[in-house]
């Protein structure tokens, strides 16, 4: 399975960015997706998740500003970032087949069985 992150960036505080994972390698149309991020000095965290069906789960920090989204192919994903916010720096991964619970996020990143190499997300005050 290969996962490839692009559009990461730096924008001032209140702007927007848009990420995108392309994803292949793999037919199995089950799995749950999603996006975590990795600040410096602390440990990867699930910001958003989308299971097969379209449900979606998103954390509090990002609730509301945040939009994850397939694309077309379904093998695209989409992260809508809007409204950032200093804290929502750092590097940003890709994961395909992580752990999702029907609405609520799911923090298992040692869970994720596939991910990609990360794109850097820097937000300035």
């Known amino acids: 399975v290969q996962v490839v992150e692009s559009g990461g960036g730096s924008v001032q505080a209140g702007g927007s960015l848009r990420l995108s994972c392309a994803t292949s390698?793999?037919?199995?149309?089950?799995?749950?997706m999603g996006w975590f991020r990795q600040a410096p000095g602390k440990e990867r965290e699930a910001v958003a998740a989308?299971?097969?069906?379209?449900?979606?789960a998103y954390s509090d920090s990002v609730n509301g500003r945040f939009a994850i989204s397939k694309g077309n192919p379904e093998k695209i994903l989409n992260l809508e970032m809007d409204n950032l916010k200093p804290e929502d720096t750092g590097v940003y991964y890709c994961?395909?087949?992580?752990?999702?619970?029907?609405?609520?996020?799911?923090?298992?990143?040692?869970?994720?069985?596939?991910w990609g190499q990360g794109t850097q997300v820097t937000v300035t005050s």
């Open positions: 390698g793999y037919t199995y149309t089950g799995y749950c």
């Open positions: 989308i299971e097969s069906d379209g449900n979606t």
């Open positions: 994961a395909v087949d992580m752990v999702c619970a029907r609405g609520v996020l799911v923090q298992a990143p040692k869970r994720v069985g596939f």
